[in-house]
């Protein structure tokens, strides 16, 4: 059983750009796919970004407009989503889900498990 824990939220003003992590366990990663999805208030969850784990592709959703990336380290397992100059907008409680067919898409039905959520509050 994979579990995903995702760390590194909080408060921060805009501007003050914000790493979080994700560190994975229980599984084989030969073949991993992770995500990034958020939910920011009244609004459905949304797909940001993912990275496959072998060959490290990444892809982002267009409203990221360069201001999102994300890495991993392989030997910790974690993957780290940075957020530069985030404005307000980027409050919300973000998801680190995965997959184990290597083929990561923009679909929550897509991933089998995922994370508690980090919250993360952006003020002005």
């Known amino acids: 059983q994979v579990q995903l824990v995702e760390s590194g939220g909080g408060l921060v003003q805009a501007g003050t750009s914000l790493t979080l992590s994700c560190a994975a366990s229980g599984g084989t990663f030969s073949n991993l796919g992770l995500a990034w999805f958020r939910r920011a208030p009244g609004n459905e969850r949304e797909f940001v970004a993912f990275i496959l784990w072998t060959g490290g592709m990444t892809f982002y959703a267009d409203f990221v407009q360069g201001r999102f990336s994300i890495s991993r380290d392989n030997a910790k397992m974690t993957v780290y989503p940075k957020m530069t100059n985030p404005s307000t907008e980027v409050t919300a409680v973000y998801f680190c889900?995965?997959?184990?067919?290597?083929?990561?898409?923009?679909?929550?039905?897509?991933?089998?498990?995922w994370g508690q959520g980090a919250q993360v509050t952006v003020s002005a």
């Open positions: 889900p995965a997959e184990g067919s290597g083929l990561a898409g923009q679909k929550e039905h897509q991933y089998d498990y």
